[in-house]
């Protein structure tokens, strides 16, 4: 059971393009103590609605920012009328709600998506020890 004692602990979901990345931020991520531990899954399968493109995946890269990353950031550009499919990496990484802002700003200077899926949810029970040794191992 969680107890004042315990740190609150966040835990963020992502996906990433392929395995190479997803282990390189992944390890990036421990190595920097944003993250106590990084799950790095199978890949799955995404299916999300972004821009027509004549690119299969490009709303989603970086090499050169889409006009439907304008639309989802509030600014005029294509709507979202055409539904993708990808092939993605999953990561679940559990940190600390003291190391989330820090570990949020790195992902989004280093993911390769434009519009990156950062979601954390907060972890609001657990077994102590863990909470306890995450606090720790996310200490700068």
Not at 113 to 140: F, H, K, M, S
């Amino acid at each position: 059971m969680l107890v004042s004692s315990t740190p609150a602990l966040r835990i963020v979901l992502t996906t990433l393009p392929n395995a190479e990345i997803a282990g390189r931020l992944a390890h990036e991520l421990v190595a920097a103590k944003l993250a106590a531990c990084v799950n790095v899954l199978s890949p799955c399968r995404s299916i999300y609605r972004w821009q027509e493109s004549g690119a299969p995946g490009s709303g989603k890269t970086s090499e050169s920012p889409p006009e439907g990353a304008k639309s989802i950031l509030g600014r005029p550009g294509n709507r979202l009328d055409s539904v993708q499919e990808d092939v993605e990496i999953p990561l679940i990484i559990k940190t600390t709600a003291a190391r989330y802002p820090a570990l949020e700003t790195f992902l989004r200077e280093n993911h390769p998506y434009q519009v990156p899926e950062i979601l954390a949810i907060d972890g609001v029970d657990g077994l102590p020890d863990y909470l306890r040794w995450a606090a720790l191992a996310t200490q700068p």
